[in-house]
């Protein structure tokens, strides 16, 4: 009942104002005047077209074929396409990623309640419903961008990776690179998510164990066996009847104490042990995803760039001032959780409880966040030039709007990676979070120009794996965002302008 009524929830505002969208802004419009033509291209057989200018690989046009493909034989029976070419208007190619937006709206149900199983229905829809709404992703639900694709095909890979489907996730981590390169990041996140499953399996009920990392292995085609093993006797934990399969591992690790009392060395520790003991049941389940890896490397080193057109404006930079921007947005999106009394109360109670460590961990943030801001703070000339993008005013109002601001936000910026990185530990390993920062740097420390639709998946991954159980905070969340849709969804709409100095009509967006 759930998925269902995600669906049609998420269909009740996607259908009307994709059709609001079509009628008022029926031409391609920004980065849509590349991928519009390019897809027709391929609406009228011409497989070997390719704009330059066009800086990702093809994904989001094989499955927009696919989709034209699914409507032309209705079309056809209602007199209203001529020819398979004539259907691929801009406002049915949009409408791939409206049609998209609702498939990902039911995945992230999925994840939802697999990774939180105890959380009832209701909560479960309301959590979904919410997260639909962010912003970043509502918004490209209306046009013709790879971003709903993007996030719908990384966010299936990494649901069919917790159910253990391998190697079907690894041929939709595939795709998802196929439809933009910087997937490639979050397809070896899903794999060390996969490799951490496996090996620091966690317990929390018990609580009150010996805090030595005590770890219990199951035989799982035989639920009573089980050898508890410490020390120098980790390395004999394996029975004699292991059988290797590639789909599902006969042996479940639990530390019992992880992630709350054992420290971030400890796991490390414990799951290079695992891993050495299960690095042929690993490497039959996970090598399909390095067969990615390896086609991604070769096609960087033939391609000379990770960007297919226009290389010169996509050049690799370390602009390590992405990760402070990131951390300060996810934050606000995430405001109700992160600023509220008590969060601030529980980074402080943190920090007061090991002040030594936590002094120095502040200090060396602070100082490598005022060196980001100085040294590798990146102003892209699209960012300068481009009026048309918010964050044109968020650089020039606020982040630059005095010499001495950028400097005063990096306490925030800390701040909330602090908090991010206090939300995260509750249910996951240290190990995984850090996995998730190196991911997350990856992804857009290498990233010249200021982006906020870059930050959509890693955004995504925070918020699915932060315990934020306050429906209020959740409720306070989806008004935010709803307020910030109309706002942004009006002024693209109803608010044009026109520039002097190019014709055309010109409209604000993200």
Not at 139 to 163: G, H, I
Not at 275 to 291: A, D, I
Not at 463 to 480: A, C, T
Request: contains cysteine; hydrophobic residues 50%.
């Amino acid at each position: 009942m759930g998925r269902v009524a995600v669906a049609l929830i998420v269909s009740s505002w996607v259908i009307p104002i994709s059709i609001l969208v079509n009628h008022i802004v029926p031409d391609p419009y920004m980065d849509e005047i590349f991928h519009v033509p390019q897809t027709q291209q391929y609406c009228k057989g011409n497989f070997r077209s390719w704009d330059p200018m066009i800086t990702t690989p093809p994904g989001l046009y094989i499955v927009s074929l696919a989709h034209v493909a699914c409507l032309f034989p209705g079309l056809i029976f209602m007199n209203a396409a001529p020819s398979f070419s004539k259907t691929c208007t801009t406002s049915i190619l949009r409408s791939t990623n409206g049609v998209l937006a609702i498939f990902c709206s039911i995945l992230i149900y999925e994840l939802i309640t697999h990774l939180r199983p105890a959380l009832e229905n209701k909560r479960a829809t309301l959590y979904t419903v919410v997260l639909t709404l962010y912003p970043l992703h509502w918004f490209f639900t209306y046009l013709y961008y790879t971003d709903v694709l993007s996030l719908t095909a990384v966010l299936a890979t990494y649901l069919l990776s917790l159910k253990e489907k391998y190697w079907t996730s690894a041929l939709l981590g595939g795709f998802a690179v196929l439809v933009r390169q910087t997937n490639i990041i979050w397809i070896m996140f899903i794999v060390c998510t996969g490799v951490i499953n496996l090996t620091l399996a966690q317990q929390k009920e018990n609580p009150e164990l010996d805090k030595s990392s005590i770890l219990e292995v199951k035989d799982v085609r035989s639920p009573s066996r089980k050898i508890v093993t410490t020390g120098s006797n980790l390395r004999k934990r394996r029975p004699n009847n292991h059988v290797n399969t590639p789909e599902h591992f006969p042996y479940k690790a639990t530390i019992r104490t992880l992630p709350h009392s054992a420290g971030l060395f400890k796991e490390i520790h414990i799951m290079f042990l695992r891993l050495w003991q299960l690095k042929w049941e690993l490497f039959t389940s996970f090598s399909p995803f390095f067969v990615i890896l390896v086609a991604f490397l070769a096609f960087v080193y033939w391609n000379g760039s990770i960007v297919l057109g226009a290389k010169d404006a996509h050049t690799i930079s370390p602009h390590l001032a992405q990760l402070l921007y990131f951390s300060l947005v996810s934050a606000l999106f995430l405001a109700p959780a992160h600023f509220s009394l008590d969060q601030v109360a529980a980074v402080a109670q943190s920090f007061w409880k090991n002040k030594p460590l936590s002094i120095l961990e502040w200090c060396i943030a602070l100082i490598a966040g005022c060196l980001s801001v100085r040294f590798f703070s990146i102003a892209h000339p699209y960012l300068l030039a481009d009026n048309r993008h918010y964050t044109f005013y968020l650089w020039r109002k606020v982040i630059n709007t005095h010499s001495l601001m950028k400097y005063l936000l990096v306490p925030l910026y800390v701040y909330s990676w602090f908090s991010i990185s206090e939300i995260l530990a509750k249910s996951r390993p240290k190990i995984w979070v850090l996995a998730y920062f190196l991911a997350s740097a990856a992804t857009l420390v290498p990233a010249p120009l200021i982006e906020l639709r870059y930050y959509t998946t890693p955004f995504f991954f925070l918020v699915l794996h932060s315990d934020i159980d306050n429906k209020y905070s959740w409720f306070l969340m989806g008004m935010l965002y709803i307020a910030i849709n109309i706002f942004t969804m009006f002024m693209f709409l109803f608010r044009p302008f026109s520039w002097n100095h190019e014709p055309g009509i010109q409209r604000f967006l993200w």
